[in-house]
């Protein structure tokens, strides 16, 4: 929601405002022979000078907003479809120039002399744009996820019984995420490490659908796990932006102007499905899995994968 404010009087054209929603997949200095490297995936155009709607009930915060702008404000609105995908860009390397590959949001107002005319070439003096972004945050927290694996060797005639899980199902950037680990080592070898990693999973649906994946976090924890004994216990780790400045190509949250931001949340869809526009990209959506792996051999790991929720809290009221 927004509020244009403008002196009206004298004044003959038509006012327009447009939330696009768009992938950039280049930067600006890679356009050539006039193709850009910026698609838009969703657009919806408003004419709000002269009103085309009447006068439309105004919601409280455009009462407020009115208040400041005066007789000379225009109230209008968008509804966004709960399909399009979040802000989201793709972290650049140290030598990148440019805006980053992403989706992001703009508002855009303009004056047009000819209010039906599309092929109209708008003075960019005639134009003001505001980035916005569009956000999801963390629905109430659950129970955890947990997977169990067992895995019997060549050499051993007895099996590793092993289990991870979370302590709840979504996590905050930045907050430290909590793997419990309970083993069974029914074998006569003695466990020596357990290491977990986190993996940051990101979709890019273009012309086909990618999955890119990014460690964003791994760490080692030597342990002595003696055969034939039970063995349970925690283990923390906190995948962070700031730990992975370097590595190109990750997911971010989007971000306006200079502020920092973190590492991509994950994209929760109402139905559960991946958003699919065709020859667009239409989605970053980043998911992030933790690997647990115990290492019992030289050469032989056991593996478990469990599924993270990565996102922002809910602000207070």
């Known amino acids: 929601v927004d509020v244009v404010g403008m002196d009206w009087s004298s004044f003959s054209a038509a006012v327009f405002v447009y939330l696009a929603c768009a992938f950039r997949y ?5 356009d050539v022979i006039g193709l850009s490297f910026r698609r838009d995936i969703w657009m ?45 860009s793709l972290h650049p390397g140290p030598n990148d120039n440019g805006k ?3 989706v992001d949001f703009e508002v855009k107002a303009y004056i047009a002399k000819e209010a039906s005319n599309p092929d109209e070439v708008i003075d960019k003096k005639d134009t003001c744009r505001l980035m916005i972004r569009k956000i999801q945050f963390a629905p109430t927290n659950k129970a955890g996820p947990k997977v169990e694996l067992s895995k019997q060797f060549m050499m051993s005639d007895k ?9 709840k199902e979504i996590y905050y950037h930045g907050d430290p995420l909590t793997v419990i680990v309970k083993i069974n080592n029914e074998t006569s070898k003695t466990i020596k490490k357990i290491k977990v990693s986190v993996d ?22 030597a342990e002595n796990i003696a055969a034939n004994s039970i063995f349970e216990k925690s283990y923390q780790v ?26 991509a949340s994950t994209t929760l869809r109402p139905d559960g499905k991946v958003n699919s526009f065709p020859h667009l990209l239409s989605s970053n959506n980043s998911h992030f899995s933790i690997f647990l ?25």
């Open 26 to 30: 280049g930067s600006d200095d890679l």
């Open 44 to 88: 919806k155009k408003v004419q709000v000078y002269p009103a085309a709607d009447g006068n439309p009930t105004k919601t409280p915060m455009q009462e407020s907003l009115l208040k400041k702008a005066g007789e000379q404000g225009c109230p209008f609105s968008f509804q966004m479809p709960t399909n399009l995908p979040c802000s989201v």
């Open 100 to 102: 980053a590959c992403g």
């Open 159 to 167: 099996p590793i019984h092993l289990e991870a899980s979370l302590e």
């Open 200 to 221: 940051q999973l990101t979709s890019v649906v273009l012309y086909s659908s990618d999955t890119y994946t990014k460690e964003v976090c791994c760490e080692e924890f």
């Open 238 to 263: 906190t995948p962070l932006l700031s730990n992975n400045k370097e590595k190109r190509g990750l997911a971010v949250d989007g971000k306006l102007k200079e502020e920092d931001t973190n590492l």
């Open 293 to 317: 792996t115990t290492k019992l051999f030289h050469f032989s790991d056991i593996v478990v994968e469990l599924p993270l929720t990565l996102m922002s809290p809910k602000p207070a009221g």
